[in-house]
């Protein structure tokens, strides 16, 4: 699998705090899976370390080759 990249800088994003952080933006990103058929959000469904996906529009079980997985990026954190 390849890394993930920050929507808005284009450079790696670092899995920290239990979710994907862009040091270079000082962003949190938002992992997000859509369904490839119909573009809807995808549920995810995790078990015994593998993930798969359900499409509530579509009422199908998604496999991860088929969800779209694209990341946003959150609002800017005050310090």
């Not at 699998?1 to 920290?16: A, F, G, I, K, Y």
Request: aromatic fraction near 8%.
């Amino acid at each position: 699998m390849s890394q993930p990249l920050c929507p808005e800088c284009r450079l790696n994003l670092v899995w920290q705090y239990q979710g994907y952080f862009c040091p270079h933006c000082e962003r949190r990103a938002v992992k997000q899976a859509t369904c490839h058929d119909c573009g809807h959000p995808l549920e995810s469904l995790n078990a015994c370390g593998a993930t798969s996906y359900f499409c509530a529009h579509c009422n199908e079980l998604k496999s991860k080759s088929q969800a779209v997985i694209s990341f946003t990026l959150a609002d800017k954190t005050a310090k």
